[in-house]
């Protein structure tokens, strides 16, 4: 197996609601599997990263946003064999137990002071007399430790663990030869999550989700907006966050563990194909290229970072998608990374909640612009900014602003949100 292939097949998953409290729901899943009656109590574990991204945004099914719910849902539906698909089937008595729960105030959550994992999630489950244990470090799926009492079924050293946060062997011009040459049928299976994603933006356009920022650029607000192909290509990809982040219960395909890059990576390829009226098999060699673009990127970046994913890599692997789908070859796809990320280097992520559909619309409007501006052969030099000369070496630069050049800028971002 092609190794691009196997980094899709990781890489691009289904998932529903938020990937960091559904994350949290089902570690406590696995944590209160270990019992054999009700949760009794709950203690949460997390590494600032995941508060982050679990404050405001809304839980799919519960009209509620946060991490107690999420997390007490876990408790109670104890499902793990869903990962982040765990929600899916929720009943409503499964959703007054868990708020009964929450009227009950068994759950406390702390934050992780001895991690530098920006990925981090544990949960104790005490009930009956027994106690469950779980940890998840480094991926939203990726269990190190499962004890009951104590003793652990499943015990993983973090160093040997699924290093989600390590550099990811790629490079641009691979990843291009990749896409336009492998047979279709080894990444047709990308089209589903296309789909996946389509539908959930236009239950976006449909609906009256969060700030609507997708309905504002397709023209449906009135206003300056004015309906242009450019912006019912942002429309389009804001109307899916709009939903996902206003708790809309639909699943969502992920890239490189979030949804919003998934939204990013897809949605505004699928509707420029649509658009153009391109094949099936050229669809997926663009999401392929998009997809693969934003996991490169995101290896750099880190999991989970001070800057946004799904406006930075998302939208470039997007901008990748519409150069290949308007006929744009290797040089014109590096031309717009280096666009993209000239311009998008200082989004800084304050967690996931209803303002991510104003970055990726802010992104997508970008990777509009800078495939524009890559299709006549323009794109910034080696000579402003943060731009180098080798495409590889920008993308490089990304990762140090992301790891060495703004260490303080989480816990400050965490401070704010905390203090409000």
């Known amino acids: 197996m092609h190794k691009y292939i196997e980094v899709l097949q990781k890489e691009v998953a289904p998932a ?8 949290v729901a089902y570690g406590v899943s696995i944590a209160a599997e270990q019992l054999e009656g009700p949760a009794e109590s709950i203690q949460l574990y997390l590494s600032g990263n995941i508060v ?15 991490i107690d719910i999420a997390a007490l849902l876990g408790a109670v539906i104890r499902r793990s064999d869903k990962k982040l698909e765990i929600l899916n089937g929720m009943t409503e008595e499964q959703l007054q137990q868990a708020e009964a729960l929450l009227e009950k105030k068994i759950l406390k959550v ?26 998840i470090v480094k991926s939203h799926t990726n269990v190190v430790l499962i004890e009951k009492d104590g003793v652990a079924s499943l015990k993983k050293e973090v160093a040997a663990s699924e290093e989600a946060d390590d550099h990811v062997e790629m490079s641009v011009k691979e990843i291009y030869e990749f896409a336009t040459t492998i047979p279709f049928e080894e990444i047709s299976f990308l089209l589903e999550g296309a789909k996946m994603n389509r539908a959930v933006s236009q239950e976006g356009l449909r609906g009256d989700y969060g700030l609507r920022v997708g309905k ?24 899916a966050s709009d939903a996902r982040m206003d708790g809309c219960p639909m699943p969502v395909m992920t890239t490189g563990g979030s949804g919003n890059q998934g939204i990013s990576c897809t949605v505004a390829a699928t509707a420029l194909a649509e658009k153009l009226g391109k094949s099936d098999e050229e669809l997926a ?3 392929a290229l998009s997809d693969l ?18 406006g930075i890599a998302g939208g470039t692997g997007s901008c990748c998608a519409m150069i290949y789908l308007m ?51 323009i794109s910034p030099t080696e000579k402003e900014g943060i731009v180098c000369k080798d495409v590889e070496e920008t993308i490089r630069g990304v990762g140090l602003l992301s790891n060495k050049g703004v260490p303080q800028l989480d816990p400050t971002i965490l401070q704010v949100m905390l203090n409000k």
């Open 16 to 23: 529903q609601g938020c990937t960091e409290p559904i994350a």
């Open 52 to 66: 982050k991204n679990a404050l405001g945004v809304g839980i799919p099914g519960t009209g509620r946003t946060g």
């Open 110 to 135: 702390s934050l992780k002071e001895d991690t530098t994992e920006r990925l981090y999630i544990e949960a104790v489950v005490q009930g009956g007399g027994h106690t469950g244990r779980c940890i």
């Open 216 to 239: 504002a650029f397709s023209g449906a607000l009135g206003g300056l907006m004015q309906p242009t192909l450019g912006g019912d290509i942002v429309a389009a990809a804001a109307a």
């Open 285 to 287: 060699r663009a999401l």
């Open 293 to 310: 673009i934003t996991v490169h990127i995101k290896s750099y970046i880190g999991r989970l970072s001070p800057l946004c994913g799904s």
């Open 327 to 377: 006929g744009g070859k290797l040089p014109q796809i590096e031309r717009g990374i280096q666009s993209m990320l000239a311009n998008h280097m200082g989004m800084i992520c304050d967690g996931a909640k209803t303002t991510c559909a104003l970055k990726i619309a802010t992104g997508i409007q970008s990777a509009v612009l800078c495939a524009t501006l890559a299709m006549q052969d």
